[in-house]
Structure formats: structure tokens, C-alpha cells
């Protein structure tokens, strides 16, 4: 079984012959410290990564370069953006600051040829073989970062409702064309970036999210399924509240189940693992910066015990393996997946938390 | 007699507009500035913060709400210097060198500056230097600072040692929060309080100068 056919069977909540990992990004600085020299594509073959990320900011939109030595960069929906000493863009202004700037707005082009340009190589390389796997930024975060702020955006949602669903409705247009160009192409899945939640709970109520928030979600997943393709919708934070709502959209999986949140893969597994697939646990925050192999081993152990049973587990960080990751860390959690994550579970593990089983305590 | 119930409430619902109206109502009708603040906007703004902590309210609600606190608080301002008491103090803040989001420090400002303090925002990706020289040459209260992701954590620690190597440590009371941060954490680097989300910085602000 190769690594495309590990990715679909795990979102299709079935067996696969092992718990499938990728990363959606891994630093320079722990590739460089794995093996000095390789290139990105190169390093997720060394991992044996069962899919290929392709971040859309990353690779598929348009930044302007403002003023280098404060790395301000005008980003392709007209925001501003610092891109800080070791992480992507920040918002610094937004591109619509009144009612009139919106009437006048263009929207950039997802026709755009180069847009397609990585996805391309990723194609030639991997079609087949390891899932391809691409970036389409959630409407709700492309929203409050680049067109309204989120300070705005969120004032916006009580204070001017209808400025908010219709700039949502323009960008859903663009990224529906974008996932199409992107499906021609030959992307397999889609990994809808932009958090829902902090630390703490949901930016939104459960109403707002409603609103706000899930339609337009529901709109992709239901385009991407039209075309035959899977989707898996990722979030940040104390996601319990909409747990619900995100899964009623027909999302087909949901990363990272963020423990650093509190959010338990068990529970998780447990509620929701007879409908979606479940992605991510590891944390990347303490454990993977600054816990030990052995605490990583361990904490991977559970997230297969808890999430793998029936497949729907594909385990992975619960963001990134960002800059700050040690190296050993990763290298020990995708051992641990390829030594423990092999089916049948039962070989490894007594207690298997089964799916959908009903209420975790 | 002015109802500062009905002030309250209009806080509490968010209502911008309402809320100038009725402060303006309320020093109209001779209420002094500092009963508007004490019985009609404190109050509600820490309703408005229980139910955000509570699960009840979210960034929407907390938002419009600390914006019609700011827009009451310009009107009362002038009444309010004459009394002797403009603001509750000044508030520098910025995301550590090399971090990411500034959603919770835009939101955290929002906050401070409805609950009366004068806000500095030095930004993001703010090197050790520029937190110095802030601490150095402004009469700042309290220095905010926020790390979002483990890699910055440990720029906080690095602050926090640069402020005493240079003699400043006792000028000012540090602030640290951000999703990776711990109050053990904070503890640990020797920061003054820790603020896990906006409506608890504005908390521990106001015990760090002794106004709680």
C-alpha cells in the first residue's frame, strides 16, 4: 500500500495497513539538522511522509514586496503583511477600510497560471504514489486577516453583518475556482487551513459560527465531493463547541484534535470516529520543542491506541514541525507511527477506545 | 436620578451608540464622571468580561463592547482630568521577536484601552532593544509581552534578564501571556503576572498597580 492509498483509506475511515503521517510544513533549520543539504520534497521521501503539503500561501498566492528591510510585503488580497524573523505573514493593515473600498475592490485572479506551478512539480513527482495534498486557506481566516482585521472583522459580525457575508461570498468564489484549477491539476485532498478557536474556546459563538462561518465551509466540502475529492478541515484550539456544526458540514476529516487545548484524541474518537477521520495530537508546542523521545514516543503511542482503531487516524503534529521542534523529536514520533501504527492495532495495543463508542469519561 | 442601570445594560448589549448617548445623557444631568465610571461602566464591562470567561459572550461581543467603553470613556475624559484620575496607567505592549499571530495583542488592547489605560503597541517581532528603550524612556506602568509560539517563548526570559541587567527591572511591572505560555512558566523567568486571555489581562493590570 502506498502512501496516496494509506491517506484516502484513513479518510474514508477504513483500514489502512498502517496509520498514515504527513506534515503539511517542516522547517529548514530540523530538515537541515536531519540530513544538511535536502531539498523539502526530498525530505518528506526520507520520512516515508504518505502525503505532500502544499501550503496555498506558500505556493499559490501572490505577495508584493513593500519595503524589504522591514519585510513589509503587500499580500495578493491587498493587506499589508510583516513576515516575521521565523513564521509567515502578519497582518499589519487590511485591505478594506470602509464600505467604499469594497464596491471598488478586484479581486486577484485564480486563473493565474503560476498559481499552479509547485502543485505541478508535486504532480510529476508524486501523482499516485503519496497523496498531494493542497492548501485552500478557510474564507472566515482570509476574511478577518487580510480583508477586514480581526479586531474589525469581528466588530463587523454584530455591528455590519452584510459587509461581512459579502466579502465571504466573493473570496468563496475565488477559492472554488482555485480548487478546481487545483483538481485539473491533479491535488488529491484539500487541507482547509485557518483556526475557528484559541486555547481557550471558539472565537465566535456557536450561532455567529453558524452564520458566519459554516456555509461557507459547507460550500467547499460540497464542491470538493461533487469532484470526487476528500477534505479535511484543520483548527487550532477548543474546538468542543463546534465540533458539531464542523462535522455536519461533511468534512471528511478534522486536524489537529489540539492538545494543548485539552482536546483528547480518546474523546474524540470516541464521539465522532464512526464519521470523520482524525488527524494530528502530537504537540508541537512543549512536547515536540522541549519534551524528551521517550515522552514523544509515549504520546504517539497513545494517539494511535486512542484514534487508529478502524482506521480514521492519520497522526501527525498538531500544527506544524516548526523551527523550534527538535529534530530527535520528530524523528521519534514518525518511528513510533511506523513501529506501533502497522493494523492490526490489537499486535500493539490491549485497550483500543472504539468509534463512536458514545461518551468518554 | 439618572438610571446608570440602563448605562450598564447598554454596555453589556454592546450597543456603541447607546452607551455615548447615555454617558452623555448622564453628565447632562449633572452625575459626577467618576459615579458614571464606578456604577454605570465598570460594572458592566465586568459583566461583559465574566461572560466571556464564562463561555456566554466571544471576541464579537467582547469587542463592541470594549469599544463602547472607550467611546463612553472619551466623553467622560475631560471631567474626569479636572478630577484627577484620566487613566488607570500606561500600558506598553508588543509580541516578542520572531512571533506569529497578534490577534489575542490586538484584542488585549482593545481591552486595556476600554478599561482606561493609555495603550502603547509596539508591535510585533519587537526585539529585546526596542522593549529596553520603551522601559528606559517612557513612564510606562506596566510592559505587556506575548509569545504565541515555543520557539519565542524563551525571548521573554531574555527581556525580562536584559530589563535587570540594565537596571530597569524595578522601573516597570512585566506582563506575560500567549497560547504557550504558563503561569508556572511565568513564574519561573520572574515576570509579575500572567494573563491567559484579554479579559484576564485587564484583571491582573489593575492588581499590579493596586486598583483591584
Known amino acids: 500500500m502506498n502512501g496516496l492509498e494509506?491517506?484516502?483509506?484513513?479518510?474514508?475511515?477504513?483500514?489502512?495497513?498502517?496509520?498514515?503521517?504527513f506534515e503539511f510544513l517542516v522547517d529548514k533549520k530540523v530538515r537541515e539538522a536531519i540530513k544538511p543539504g535536502i531539498s523539502n520534497e526530498d525530505f518528506h521521501v526520507l520520512m516515508d511522509a504518505d502525503g505532500i503539503g502544499l501550503p496555498d500561501k506558500n505556493t499559490a498566492w501572490r505577495y508584493e514586496l513593500v519595503n524589504e528591510g522591514e519585510r513589509l510585503y503587500r499580500d495578493q488580497w491587498g493587506a499589508l503583511v510583516k513576515f516575521s524573523t521565523e513564521a509567515g505573514g502578519i497582518p499589519q493593515e487590511p485591505a478594506i477600510k470602509s464600505e467604499g473600498d469594497f464596491e471598488r475592490y478586484v479581486m486577484p485572479d485564480p486563473d493565474e497560471d503560476w498559481r499552479y506551478d509547485k502543485l505541478r512539480e508535486a504532480v510529476k513527482r508524486f501523482k499516485g504514489e503519496r497523496a498531494i495534498i493542497c492548501g485552500a486557506t478557510d474564507i472566515f481566516d482570509i476574511v478577518k486577516e487580510s480583508f477586514l482585521g480581526d479586531v474589525t472583522m469581528f466588530m463587523d459580525m454584530i455591528r455590519n453583518p452584510e459587509l461581512v457575508k459579502q466579502i465571504s461570498q466573493r473570496v468563496l468564489d475565488y477559492q472554488l475556482r482555485y480548487i478546481k484549477n487545483c483538481l485539473e491539476v491533479g491535488a488529491d485532498f484539500f487541507f482547509i487551513n485557518g483556526d475557528y478557536a484559541t486555547t481557550n474556546g471558539p472565537m465566535v459563538s456557536p450561532k455567529m459560527a453558524a452564520e458566519f462561518l459554516m456555509p461557507y465551509l459547507k460550500a467547499i466540502v460540497e464542491f470538493v465531493h461533487q469532484n470526487g475529492a476528500l477534505l479535511i478541515k484543520h483548527s487550532d484550539g477548543l474546538l468542543w463547541p463546534l465540533f458539531d456544526q464542523i462535522v455536519d458540514t461533511g468534512v471528511d476529516g478534522i486536524h489537529p484534535i489540539d492538545p494543548e487545548a485539552g482536546m483528547d484524541m480518546g474523546e474524540a474518537k470516541a464521539k465522532y470516529g464512526h464519521r470523520i477521520c482524525l488527524l494530528g495530537n502530537i504537540d508541537c508546542g512543549p512536547l515536540l520543542t522541549w519534551?524528551?523521545?521517550d515522552e514523544v514516543r509515549q504520546a504517539t503511542k497513545e494517539c494511535i491506541r486512542k484514534g487508529g482503531k478502524g482506521g480514521g487516524l492519520i497522526c501527525m503534529s498538531s500544527n506544524s514541525i516548526h523551527s523550534g521542534v527538535k529534530p530527535e523529536n520528530y524523528l521519534a514520533m514518525v518511528e513510533t507511527i511506523h513501529k506501533y501504527g502497522t493494523y492490526p492495532l490489537e499486535d500493539h495495543f490491549d485497550n483500543l477506545v472504539i468509534p463512536g463508542s458514545g461518551v468518554w469519561s | 436620578m439618572f438610571d446608570l442601570e440602563k448605562l450598564k445594560d447598554s454596555l453589556i448589549s454592546?450597543?456603541?451608540?447607546?452607551?455615548?448617548?447615555?454617558?452623555?445623557?448622564?453628565?447632562?444631568a449633572g452625575v459626577a464622571a467618576k459615579e458614571i465610571l464606578d456604577k454605570g461602566l465598570i460594572p458592566g464591562l465586568d459583566e461583559v468580561g465574566r461572560r466571556f470567561q464564562e463561555g456566554e459572550y466571544f471576541f464579537p461581543e467582547l469587542l463592541v463592547s470594549g469599544e463602547a467603553m472607550k467611546k463612553a470613556l472619551a466623553r467622560l475624559k475631560p471631567a474626569l482630568t479636572k478630577a484627577g484620575g484620566a487613566t488607570m496607567g500606561k500600558y506598553a505592549i508588543g509580541t516578542v521577536r520572531g512571533d506569529i499571530h497578534d490577534i489575542g495583542k490586538n484584542i488585549v488592547i482593545m481591552m486595556?484601552?476600554?478599561?482606561?489605560?493609555?495603550v502603547t503597541d509596539l508591535g510585533i517581532d519587537v526585539p529585546t532593544e526596542t522593549f529596553l528603550k520603551a522601559v528606559r524612556e517612557g513612564d510606562y506602568h506596566i510592559l505587556g509581552m506575548s509569545a504565541l509560539l515555543t520557539t519565542t517563548i524563551p525571548h521573554l526570559a531574555e527581556t525580562i534578564e536584559a530589563l535587570k541587567a540594565e537596571g530597569l527591572r524595578d522601573k516597570i511591572k512585566v506582563m506575560v501571556g500567549g497560547v504557550s505560555v504558563t503561569p508556572?512558566?511565568?513564574?519561573?523567568?520572574?515576570a509579575d503576572a500572567y494573563g491567559k486571555d484579554a479579559v484576564d489581562a485587564v484583571i491582573e493590570a489593575k492588581r499590579l498597580i493596586g486598583k483591584s
Open chain 2, 14 to 28: 454592546g450597543d456603541i451608540e447607546q452607551t455615548e448617548a447615555l454617558t452623555e445623557a448622564a453628565l447632562e
Open chain 1, 291 to 293: 519534551g524528551t523521545p
Open chain 1, 6 to 21: 494509506r491517506i484516502h483509506r484513513a479518510l474514508k475511515r477504513q483500514e489502512p495497513d498502517r496509520v498514515p503521517h
Open chain 2, 112 to 118: 486595556l484601552e476600554g478599561n482606561g489605560w493609555e
Open chain 2, 184 to 190: 508556572a512558566y511565568a513564574e519561573q523567568i520572574g
